[in-house]
């Protein structure tokens, strides 16, 4: 994790007693009970799952934000490399699933104008706010002040976005492309393994043959959160997703305080949007694993000492508030973040998620940049 905003990896260390772990230990399992009892099985089962993702994401410092920005700065392919590692293994576990049983939903976006520039800008603006989706979750329960501070803009930004998403896609638009379906499971995953080896193939080149190129924590972080992306895949109906949850956050309480009229909006609209907009956030599988992506993060952070962060000036945190807007409204043009749309994507065999992938890296090539002229 980089020491402009947290502590290095050499000052953090494990606290040697558990104790102080115990409060926060019964507020998690006294929250799934409350879901178990009065939700639903499922919500519970899911709470746990997204308690795994905060505690492996934190645990093994799985950011993909940072990953790419050290294969473009220092030319360290290790966390890129796990990266794609995490995609293979997703999709061998998501395709079959996906061909097995019909219920089970990919996660399908359209090929889009909105796409390209939703990806290109979230790429750029991730690097600025040092987090994607998954990133400002975990980043928030470590208690890193600027991505505390992203949360709630994030879900703003989110929430606009869906609200306007009908206007971004007017531009132009195809209908979503699904591997699995047009191909079949088995070549579906053959050529997302080829098209994987083909990308490491060339991020090796890229970094020189005399770097390392595997981490043991970006192999644990990847196989841990592959293992747990089906299961959130299988239990949930469809794959796993983090913005849509922060936008759902932010409609409910514009709903709630009469400025947002959900009836006249395309998005929130739609059946299934209006539903969830009525019911409790309990019952919305992505806010359900949000919350446990927090709490499991929230487990890492306390049972490490954390060196204190180093100050942000009033100007960057200008800059990185914005930038965290920015991410959340980008994240609806691009239907999802480098979970909903490049995992999720590419693992449950989905074009867009293919096309997320390199526009969302052209854009990472100049927040880079935008970073470092900042002073991040």
């Not at 007693?17 to 879901?35: E, M, Q, S, T």
């Not at 930038?323 to 609806?332: I, N």
Request: glycine share 14%; net charge positive.
């Amino acid at each position: 994790m980089e020491p402009t905003l947290v502590a290095s990896e050499s000052a953090r260390t494990d606290s040697p007693k558990g104790w102080h772990r115990l409060p926060l230990a019964a507020a998690l399992v006294a929250f799934f009970v409350l879901l178990l009892w009065f939700v639903a099985l499922r919500q519970a089962v899911l709470f746990a799952v997204g308690i795994g993702m905060g505690a492996a994401l934190a645990g093994a410092r799985f950011g993909f934000t940072t990953g790419w920005r050290q294969l473009v700065e220092d030319r360290d392919p290790r966390g890129t490399v796990g990266q794609l590692l995490l995609l293979g293994l997703a999709a061998t576990l998501s395709m079959p699933l996906l061909a097995s049983y019909p219920e089970l939903q990919a996660a399908l976006g359209p090929p889009s104008i909105s796409l390209l520039l939703g990806a290109f800008v979230f790429g750029l603006a991730m690097q600025i706010s040092d987090g994607c989706g998954s990133g400002t979750l975990y980043k928030a329960g470590l208690g890193v002040p600027l991505n505390m501070g992203i949360l709630p803009l994030f879900a703003l930004g989110s929430f606009l976005g869906s609200a306007h998403l009908d206007r971004w896609l007017a531009l132009g638009e195809i209908a979503p492309v699904s591997f699995v379906q047009s191909w079949g499971a088995g070549s579906a995953l053959a050529a997302t393994w080829i098209a994987l080896i083909a990308v490491g193939v060339g991020v090796r080149l890229w970094a020189g043959w005399g770097r390392d190129w595997i981490a043991r924590r970006w192999v644990w972080g990847a196989v841990a959160l592959a293992v747990l992306a089906a299961l959130n895949l299988t239990i949930a109906g469809q794959p796993w997703g983090v913005v849509y949850g922060f936008g759902l956050w932010a409609a409910k309480l514009a709903q709630a305080t009469g400025s947002f009229d959900a009836a006249g909006n395309a998005f929130w609209s739609q059946a299934g949007n209006a539903q969830r907009l009525s019911q409790s956030l309990l019952l919305d599988v992505t806010s359900i694993t949000n919350i446990g992506i927090l709490g499991g993060a929230l487990w890492i952070a306390a049972r490490r000492r954390e060196a204190s962060a180093r100050p942000l000036s009033a100007r960057q945190w200008l800059i990185g508030l914005l930038a965290g807007f920015v991410l959340g409204y980008s994240s609806r043009m691009a239907f999802g973040c480098n979970i909903g749309a490049m995992l999720s994507g590419v693992s449950t065999g989905s074009l867009h998620g293919w096309i997320w992938m390199p526009v969302a890296f052209a854009g990472t090539l100049i927040g880079v940049r935008l970073r470092r002229r900042f002073g991040f």
